[in-house]
Every structure is written in C-alpha cells, then in structure tokens.
C-alpha cells in the first residue's frame, strides 16, 4: 500500500481500534489533584471464593482501580487479592482503591476505616467515601442493617450526615485517606453538606445508566468540581440494559459488544465507571473502552425520556434521599 495512504488511514483510525486498551488508561482529576482511573473492578456482590481471583485478574489484565466497601463482606478477601498483585509486581502507588463508609458508623469514620484497611492489607486508600447520607443506629439489633420492631430501618435521628462529614475531614490529617468524597447524593442533601463543610468532597458515587442518568445530581457535581462515578453502569445483575434497542444500536454502529457501549458512555462524560465482574473473560472485555461521538451519547441519554427509572426512596432505607421523583 502507498506509505501516504497508510498513514492517513493510521491516522484517522480511532485510538481504542489501534489499542483496545488504550482508552481504559484514560484518568481524570479529582480537585484534590490526584488521578482517579476512568474504570475501576466493582466488588459488590463478588461472593467470597471469587473476589479474590477476581481482583488478581483485574490487576493483572490492567485494571489500576478497584472499588470496594465496609459493607459488602469481602474486603478480607479483596485484600488477599491485592497481596497475591503486590507479589507479583503491581506497586500500591499505581493503583487507586477506593472503600467506603458504613451506616452504623457515621459517628465512628475512623474506626470503620481502620477495620476496612485491615481487611485490605493496606496503609491508606485512594479515596474514602460515606456511602449513604443515612446514619443507622450503631447498637441496633444488627451490626450492618439494623430494624426497628415494626421493620423498619433503625435510623439514627440524633445524628446528621454534615456531623460525619466533618468527622471524615478530619481523617486527611491521618494520612489514612488521601481524598475523601459521598455517594449516593441527591442535590438537597449535598447543599447541605457543602454548607457545613471545609472540604469539598472529592468524588460522588452515584448509580448512572441510561435508565438512570441522574442529570439534575451530575450537572450540579459538575458545578462543584466534584468528580462523578457511574456505580451499577450495567445496571446490576440481570440487566435488561443490555437488549435495550437504543443501545444496541450504538454497538451495532461501531461493531462491539453493548456492555462496551454502556462503560464508554460514562468515560465519554468524563465519569469513571465500576463494572462488576468475577468472570474472567468479562473482566477483561470491561476494560475494553470506545471513543463514542456526541451523537452517540445523546442518543443513550434519550433512552431515559421513555423508558426512565427513578430512586426517589432507596428501599433498603426506605428515606428519602432528595433525588426527583422524576427523571
Ligand atoms: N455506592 C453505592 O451505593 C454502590 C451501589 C451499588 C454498586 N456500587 C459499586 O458499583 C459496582 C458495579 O455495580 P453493580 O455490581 O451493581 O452492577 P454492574 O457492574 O452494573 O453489573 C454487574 C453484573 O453484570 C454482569 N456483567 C459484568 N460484565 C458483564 C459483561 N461484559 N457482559 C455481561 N454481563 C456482565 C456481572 O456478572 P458476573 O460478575 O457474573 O460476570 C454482574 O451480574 C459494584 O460492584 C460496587 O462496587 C456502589
């Protein structure tokens, strides 16, 4: 072939064709200005007997960024996934971890965090983050889901979730977080919080799909220079966001696999983004990112207009949590 016209093809080739992988290196800045990883391995629900292989896996195949939590019951063995990476090479300074504060701890940030780094094997994570602006009562009639008589959630009134923010600030100075960040954060109550507050927080982790694009929360995070992250951008187990028409399109469009179009959609927004996988062969396609056009992304955003989901009330809160009521 002529050498000018392999070039300009070269050249007008997309850089996720020429390097699948080259995307997935993408990494934006937090306003702490730390580089938080554009996909990161979720390990909600990674059952113990997997987690394990499944973090080794992630690091091996080039994952910098694994997204963990008090809460799930499996940082013990996220930890014993990390050691096996560290052993074989991976330096703690070139991943970013991320865990996250639990309900029945708001009073007690640095006791929950200590308890969670333990787990992880690690002296500090990336970026700690409470995870519901719902504090529950700490000596309730259950360590992680307290209930009261009648079922309902065990909430603790006497505390506010702009008290334990404070607490969490303090946890900079320990050198046990590098950043601290929310998640789950409707408007209301991040006006609230940002008025109580000395640091703004770093990061939201929110849910967002097309199903759930959250714009109202997104722009206003925007507004802030506060970094968004897409949790359950498949949209969880049994995901019907993988036959949606509107999607399909779009991988049909540019010949991959829709999974592919629903984790670049957030790295196109400027979002890093969780998928969770303990599969092997889908852990490795997850990292796999396409540069998508901004006709591709308004026509994922329009999804929303017909077939839009709403979580005005989290039902395993049953609060709430300030989101709108509609999409
Ligand atoms: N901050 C919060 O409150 C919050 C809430 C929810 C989630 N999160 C975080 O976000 C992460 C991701 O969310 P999520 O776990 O709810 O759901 P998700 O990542 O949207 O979906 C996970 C599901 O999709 C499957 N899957 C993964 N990759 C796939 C692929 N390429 N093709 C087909 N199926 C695929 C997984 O199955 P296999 O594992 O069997 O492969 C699993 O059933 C969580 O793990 C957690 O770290 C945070």
Redesign the pocket.
Known sequence: MNPALANFILKKTPASIKNPLAMAETQFTLNTGAKIPAV???????DPG?VKA?VKRALSVGYKHI???YV?GNENEVGEGLAEAFKSGVKREDIFITT?LWCTYHSRPEENLDESLKMLGLGYVDLY?M??PVPMNPKGNDPKFPKLPDGSRDLDKSWSHTQTWIEMEKLLKTGKTKAIGV??YSVPFLEELLAAATVTPAAN???N?PYLPQQEIVDFCKSKGIHITA?????????PL?QEEGVQEVAKKHNV????V?LSYHVALGHSV??????PS??E??LRIIELDSSDVKSLQSISKTKGITRFVYPAFGVNLGFPDKQ
């Open positions: 990161g391995l979720g390990t909600w629900q990674s997997q499944a997204d963990c939590a799930y996250k983050l995870h519901w998640a789950n982790q929110i849910e799909h949790y359950s951008p498949l949209g969880s187990t049994g995901s993988f696999a829709p999974g592919t629903l969780i998928p969770k996988s303990v599969t889908r852990i396609e997850n």
